[in-house]
């Protein structure tokens, strides 16, 4: 009932908002605090292995089930809380973009949805949860209703809706695989039909990855991310993605977590760390050479993104080793949210007295935002992975994961965590010119306006004291919480994995701090040669090759839709000639039968007619008159 | 009994009482089509609750030595249930978008006498019933479809009367040859061809499904229905969208299931190449409409395509296969009937009949595009509407039946059907927003209530589809 009561609670405060005449009540800042509070005591059973369970009373094929494990619980607190901290900066921002009461209505509406894919129970009422925050994200998204906006919208909308279809395919193949179709949260699924099941999981996998932003299926993203208000881009990146995430991770449940992949689904590891890998470079690469903020911020969600399905890919690759691959993609998404959040809310306060998002115009302006600029400072460290803050600790243990994989494994491993590596020196560089571009350098010349409010830095605030924190104490979030729930997903011996870590040893900082500095390097070099300025060919990016490849489509469209057309007429004037002609040769057969009795011209055809009356007439007048009664057949 | 009667005849005696009254008095002419309409639908209800619990209903006769019956199983009564229901919706929005029409005495009265007409068809017992309901259907809409009286209205009645008779003809031909080889027309006693198995009944099968296949708007024999368009977006809405073009499905599912029946479907060769049949039509249908410039013709494309989800989901002979094409019935016929109602009032508030010239329009007419919205987010198959789980139903006896292929086309039309509508509705809210008294006034809230109903149903059968689980799985029963 709990678990009801929590989807409920936005959904309430949504009505509440709706049919409310005084507006200025922050009610979504109010519906999260009450979740949060909510939730740090209803759900911290969950973390001493009671899973809760709820059943909605209905009766056919439907019945909505919710479960919360700890999983569940952990994206429930995310969500809560990264909803409280954007609500606290919404309405000081939407003061500019304006429009701020259907913004607010999607927020808390999209919530709702959020909650509800984390907290159900059974497949259906995850696909429901998760079409319905599709729905209302995509307010989101067209909140600014401008050309740019629409377009990015269609993007989304459109990528959404497919991967929505995929997972309907999948759980059609899923109930083809196994007769009854699995609930969340009961672990691994024994298939009676492999093969339908490797193709359901590969379904799964790609609807997931679409919201994900799964290479080659995140063209939507830095479009939709970067045309959203900063407040809901902050939130589409920090947690509307992860819900893609939190697909996966349900999705290895039930190829199974913890155990060598058979069921002809042993692809599912090394598909998903190769594709992260990917993901990784080319979200980075992108990254580096954008000179819009927001976007540069977007397509580093695509790369962060890589990083936590190359753990979750290195963790079923493991099997039974892999738990560090599965815990660092958890506290992955954990760290991201608050710092890609962060960011996004950073350069949020500077486009409010800027109306300025492209990194090219802004410089220097750390004298006048000295907090924002303190704060940036932190989030720039945390997604870096400086040691000391958030990031380091999740990307050293993905990084022990990558390196326990290469040992053991085979080449292309080797070659994912050379490339791990690069993809970090490539993330440092490219914050470091978004830093130096903004903060640093040159001061800017546009008109810098001063009516800044104390809220927004609040906002960033918290969320950078919890990323000092975590980077300050990264055992304490594995200890509490990641361990009970990578656990109850199958993997036993998560607690023992970590014995003999210690975030803290020689090699890992000093790895890290090499990485920063050749980062650093690297951004320099970029700035000096004017190489971050240089736009790829549009064949060489995913985006073109996109652009292509629908253009193609087009094309042929058109060919074969105008083919059908002139066959469709050709048809026609071919039926009316011979139509015609028809005509014409009867009527020339009927002239040639025709004559002339008295003043009267008989045609052919009404001379037959007229015999034919006459018969019938004799024929009635048999019947009726002389013999009565109908002939027997 | 008492009930099947009344259910039936209360559209017809409805009819003749509004052709008897005077035409100016609208108020009562209304008054008296709401009652009949309404006794329609309830006597209709308490039919389908006598069949779904199990008692036998029945009326029978014979003249010229040809036996009729009337005798309402689950599948007739599931048909039954979803005309009469839509035609009281229709009804009130007619009251709203015929106010200021030409004859409207001619109009309320052949709608009535369709509704018995309908209700005919879906509560027949045995061939010859059906077929003489069939037959009826035609000529009780046709006054219906030329209603505009101009050349191009004419026009397209013929093309109707003709496509239909053609058809028709063909189910006569096909009903005396089964009587030949089976002696008995009967659809009580199980499949009426069971052990019959000849060198010629796939041309027996051919003959039915090219029959029935004219109304139910297989490709190539659909074009009467984009042209039938002209009709007053009431009857395009109720008859091209729901009952003339079920009476067609309706016909193929007896043909399928009451005829042949399923295991002599699957020894007949003809009958695997059915489906594929239909999912041609599927795609091609969406696909033409997404081409399709005028919202109506656009719905009309949409239909053939819609409809032949119901005949892929018949043609699986898959138990899962025809729960999906029985719900898709009973799901499609919401959102369709919403969608075209729609469609009437933009045309009527604002003017517009063609899409391109439509943006803007949901700042004017929000409700009217909210509703919209809502039903082509389920003609995608997403899942707060109910049209899910139809899909859902369709794929899983796709795959059950061995053509996983068939799945992947029921997604390839979902996603032609994104593109068909979402950028209808998103440039309707794209533009400038200017606030109007377009959805003012009582005569649009007369073709609103019903729209808006219409989209609620559709919502809460999507999020409870248990609601009319019990009668599908009575339908599917009956059956396998």
């Known amino acids: 009932m709990l678990l009801v009561i929590f989807i409920a609670i936005p959904f309430i405060g949504a009505?509440?908002?709706?049919?409310?005449?005084?507006?200025?009540?922050?009610?979504?800042?109010?519906?999260?605090?009450?979740?949060?509070?909510?939730?740090?005591?209803?759900?911290?059973?969950?973390?001493?292995?009671?899973?809760?369970?709820?059943?909605?009373?209905?009766?056919?094929?439907?019945?909505?089930t919710f479960q919360a494990d700890p999983l569940s619980a952990i994206f429930v607190m995310l969500a809560a809380f990264l909803w409280l901290v954007v609500s606290i900066y919404t309405p000081e921002y939407m003061k500019h973009?304006?429009?701020?009461?259907?913004?607010?209505?999607?927020?808390?509406?999209?919530?709702s949805a959020v909650l509800g894919v984390f907290l159900a129970g059974d497949l259906f009422t995850m696909l429901l949860f998760f079409e319905l925050m599709t729905i209302t994200s995509f307010f989101w998204v067209v909140h600014r209703w401008n050309k740019e906006a629409v377009r990015a919208g269609y993007f989304y909308l459109f990528f959404s809706i497919i991967g929505g279809l995929f997972l309907a395919l999948g759980i059609v193949l899923m109930g083809a695989a196994t007769d009854v179709l699995p609930a969340i949260g009961a672990g691994f699924v024994t298939p009676l039909d492999s093969r339908m099941f490797t193709w359901s999981i590969a379904f799964f996998v790609a609807g997931f990855g679409i919201k994900a932003g799964m290479v080659p299926l995140h063209l939507w993203l830095p479009h939709a991310h970067s045309v959203a208000p900063t407040p809901s881009s902050a939130l589409l990146s920090g947690l509307l993605i992860k819900v893609g995430a939190y697909g996966l991770i349900r999705v290895g449940e039930f190829a199974g977590w913890g155990m060598r992949l058979g069921n002809k689904v042993a692809w599912l590891g090394p598909g998903l760390a190769i594709l992260g890998t990917c993901t990784m470079?080319?979200?980075v690469t992108a990254a580096l050479l954008q000179s819009d903020a927001k976007r540069l911020l977007a397509y580093h969600s695509v790369s962060q993104m890589g990083y936590i399905i190359l753990g979750l890919g290195i963790g079923l690759y493991l099997g039974p080793d892999g738990s560090l691959g599965l815990l660092g993609a958890i506290y992955h998404i954990l760290n991201h949210a608050l710092f890609k959040a962060a960011l996004f809310l950073g350069v949020g306060i500077i486009y409010i007295h800027t109306k300025e998002t492209n990194l090219y115009n802004l410089g220097g302006l750390w004298r006048r935002f000295p907090v924002t600029a303190i704060l940036m400072f932190l989030a720039v460290l945390g997604i870096t992975g400086a040691p000391g803050l958030n990031g380091y600790a999740s990307k050293t243990l993905l990084h022990h994961a990558v390196s326990l994989?290469?040992?053991?494994?085979?080449?292309?491993?080797?070659?994912?965590?050379?490339?791990?590596?690069?993809?970090?020196?490539?993330?440092?560089?490219?914050?470091?010119?978004?830093?130096?571009?903004?903060?640093?350098?040159?001061?800017?010349?546009?008109?810098?306006?001063?009516?800044?409010?104390?809220?927004?830095q609040l906002a960033m605030g918290l969320l950078a004291a919890v990323m000092v924190g975590i980077g300050l104490r990264p055992k304490f979030f594995l200890k509490a919480m990641a361990i009970p729930a990578v656990r109850i997903l199958g993997m036993e011996d998560a607690a023992a994995s970590l014995v003999g870590l210690?975030?803290?040893?020689?090699?890992?900082?000093?790895?890290?701090?090499?990485?920063?500095?050749?980062?650093?390097?690297?951004?320099?070099?970029?700035?000096?040669?004017?190489?971050?300025?240089?736009?790829?060919?549009?064949w060489l990016t995913l985006e073109g090759l996109g652009k292509y490849a629908g253009l193609g489509i087009l094309a042929l469209w058109r060919i074969v839709a105008k083919f059908c057309r002139s066959l469709v007429t050709a048809v026609r004037v071919a039926g009316k000639a011979m139509s015609s002609r028809l005509d014409l040769a009867i009527r020339k057969f009927d002239q040639s039968r025709s004559g002339t009795i008295g003043r009267f011209t008989l045609t052919g055809i009404s001379a037959d007619a007229a015999i034919l009356i006459v018969i019938l007439a004799f024929l009635i007048a048999w019947y009726t008159l002389i013999n009565f009664g109908l002939p027997s057949l | 009994m008492l009930n099947l009667i009344l259910a039936?005849?209360?559209?017809?005696?409805?009819?003749?009482?509004?052709?008897?009254?005077?035409?100016?008095?609208?108020?009562?002419?209304?008054?008296?089509?709401?009652?009949?309409?309404?006794?329609?639908?309830?006597?209709?209800?308490?039919?389908?609750?006598?069949?779904?619990?199990?008692?036998?209903?029945?009326?029978?006769?014979?003249?010229?030595?040809?036996?009729?019956?009337?005798?309402?199983?689950?599948?007739?009564?599931?048909?039954?249930?979803?005309?009469?229901?839509?035609?009281?919706?229709?009804?009130?929005?007619?009251?709203?978008?015929?106010a200021q029409k030409h004859k409207q005495r001619t109009y309320y009265t052949f709608l009535l006498i369709s509704l018995s007409v309908t209700l005919g068809v879906a509560f027949s017992g045995n061939l010859v019933a059906l077929y003489l309901f069939y037959e009826l259907l035609t000529f009780a809409t046709y006054p219906l479809v030329i209603h505009e009286r101009s050349s191009e209205a004419v026009k397209a009645g013929s093309k109707y009367i003709l496509y239909s008779l053609s058809g028709a003809g063909a189910i006569l031909i096909a009903i005396v040859i089964t009587y030949r080889w089976a002696g008995n027309l009967d659809f009580a006693g199980g499949p009426i061809l069971v052990g019959c198995l000849k060198p010629g009944l796939s041309w027996l099968l051919l003959l039915f499904v090219g029959g029935f296949g004219v109304k139910a708007a297989i490709m190539p024999l659909h074009r009467w229905l984009p042209a039938a368009m002209i009709a007053p977006t009431p009857v395009s809405a109720l008859l091209?969208?729901?009952?003339?073009?079920?009476?067609?499905?309706?016909?193929?599912?007896?043909?399928?299931?009451?005829?042949?029946?399923?295991?002599?479907?699957?020894?007949?060769?003809?009958?695997?190449?059915?489906?594929?049949?239909?999912?041609?039509?599927?795609?091609?249908?969406?696909?033409i409409a997404t081409q399709q410039d005028v919202l109506k013709r656009r719905l009309a494309y949409h239909t053939i395509s819609q409809l032949s989800y119901i005949l892929l989901g018949a043609f699986t002979l898959q138990p899962w296969g025809l729960t999906g094409a029985i719900l898709h019935m009973i799901s499609y016929s919401t959102l369709k009937v919403t969608l075209f109602f729609c469609a009437g009032i933009i045309a009527e508030q604002t003017g517009e009949t063609k899409v391109s010239r439509m943006g803007g329009v949901g700042w004017s007419l929000p409700k009217t595009m909210a509703a919209f919205g809502i039903a082509s987010l389920g003609m995608i198959g997403m899942l707060p509407?109910?049209?899910?789980?139809?899909?859902?139903y369709l794929m899983k006896g796709s795959v059950a039946g061995g053509r996983w292929p068939l799945a992947l086309v029921l997604i390839g039309s979902g996603i032609i059907n994104a593109l068909c509508f979402i950028p209808t509705v998103v440039t309707a809210f794209s533009g400038e927003r200017v606030r109007s008294d377009t959805e003012q006034g009582g005569r649009v809230a007369l073709m609103l209530a019903p729209t808006m109903f219409l989209a609620a149903i559709s919502l809460f059968i999507g999020l409870w589809p248990g609601i009319v689980w019990s009668g599908v799985q009575a339908v599917v029963d009956w059956f396998f």
């Open chain 1, 281 to 283: 470079l080319v979200g």
């Open chain 1, 15 to 64: 009505l509440v908002f709706f049919l409310m005449r005084n507006r200025s009540i922050n009610t979504p800042f109010i519906t999260s605090t009450i979740l949060l509070v909510l939730g740090s005591f209803g759900l911290k059973s969950v973390f001493g292995g009671r899973p809760l369970t709820y059943r909605l009373p209905f009766s056919g094929p439907f019945v909505p």
């Open chain 2, 8 to 98: 039936l005849s209360s559209g017809v005696v409805g009819g003749l009482i509004v052709a008897m009254m005077p035409q100016a008095n609208h108020r009562l002419r209304n008054l008296v089509v709401l009652v009949f309409s309404a006794s329609g639908m309830v006597f209709s209800w308490r039919v389908a609750q006598m069949v779904f619990a199990g008692e036998s209903v029945k009326i029978a006769g014979e003249f010229g030595g040809l036996a009729w019956s009337l005798a309402p199983d689950p599948l007739g009564a599931v048909f039954g249930l979803i005309a009469s229901t839509l035609w009281l919706f229709a009804a009130v929005y007619s009251f709203g978008y015929m």
């Open chain 1, 502 to 538: 210690s975030f803290w040893n020689l090699g890992d900082v000093t790895g890290m701090i090499i990485t920063l500095i050749l980062g650093a390097l690297l951004c320099w070099a970029g700035l000096k040669s004017g190489v971050f300025h240089w736009q790829p060919p549009v």
């Open chain 2, 385 to 392: 509407l109910n049209t899910f789980w139809s899909k859902y």
């Open chain 1, 97 to 111: 973009e304006g429009r701020a009461r259907s913004f607010d209505l999607c927020t808390l509406l999209t919530l």
């Open chain 2, 240 to 287: 091209h969208a729901v009952a003339v073009v079920y009476s067609g499905v309706y016909g193929i599912l007896r043909v399928v299931y009451s005829v042949f029946g399923h295991e002599l479907m699957g020894q007949l060769s003809f009958a695997s190449i059915l489906p594929w049949i239909a999912a041609f039509t599927i795609l091609v249908g969406v696909a």
């Open chain 1, 405 to 456: 994989a290469a040992k053991t494994g085979m080449p292309w491993v080797v070659w994912v965590e050379r490339l791990f590596l690069l993809v970090g020196i490539g993330t440092a560089a490219s914050f470091t010119k978004l830093y130096y571009l903004i903060f640093l350098g040159k001061t800017t010349k546009l008109e810098v306006s001063d009516d800044g409010s104390p809220r927004l």
